[in-house]
């Protein structure tokens, strides 16, 4: 599976163990950055790998920042991406067989090394569920357009 893995200043470690145990695993993994300690915007990372994402160079990403949470909402304003922040397997699991995410977050300050592989593994390995989870997943890509109730 084409991978691609991205983070801020915060995440740079987790980026590189889990990138590396990626391809460990056999899988070919897109690092996009950043690759050092000094202070970046997790935004311009997000962004990355959401074009990535959107753009078929990669099937799936993994986002990374000190809390996960502003670079899940980074790549979520790329509409072809549906990133869920993720702490835990059952998390990661039901955020593709519910939901169709085709990214995880992770918080790089509150999730180690092993937690994020067990997370990463249920991500990559539960498939889509589909059925009526297909008709909520399209609202997602399609909201409707509401009419101001003044």
């Known amino acids: 599976m084409r991978i691609a893995i991205a983070s801020d200043h915060a995440a740079t470690d987790l980026k590189a163990l889990l990138a590396d145990w ?44 000190g809390s996960g949470i502003g670079i899940s909402i980074s790549v979520n304003r790329n509409p ?5 922040l993720v702490s835990e397997p059952l998390s990661a699991k039901l955020a593709r067989e519910h939901n169709d995410a085709n990214v995880i977050a992770m ?6 090394i092993d937690m994020a592989k067990a997370c990463v593994t249920a991500f990559l390995t539960t498939d889509f569920a589909g059925d009526h989870h297909a008709r909520r997943v399209d609202k997602l890509s399609h909201p409707p357009v509401l009419e101001n109730s003044q």
């Open 22 to 65: 990626l391809r460990g695993e056999g899988h070919e993994v897109a690092d996009l950055g950043t690759h050092g300690p000094e202070s970046v915007d997790y935004p311009d990372y997000g962004y990355r790998l959401a074009d990535a994402v959107a753009n078929g160079s990669a099937d799936k990403g993994v986002a990374l920042c």
């Open 80 to 84: 072809a991406c549906r990133c869920a």
């Open 107 to 112: 918080g790089a300050r509150l999730t180690g």
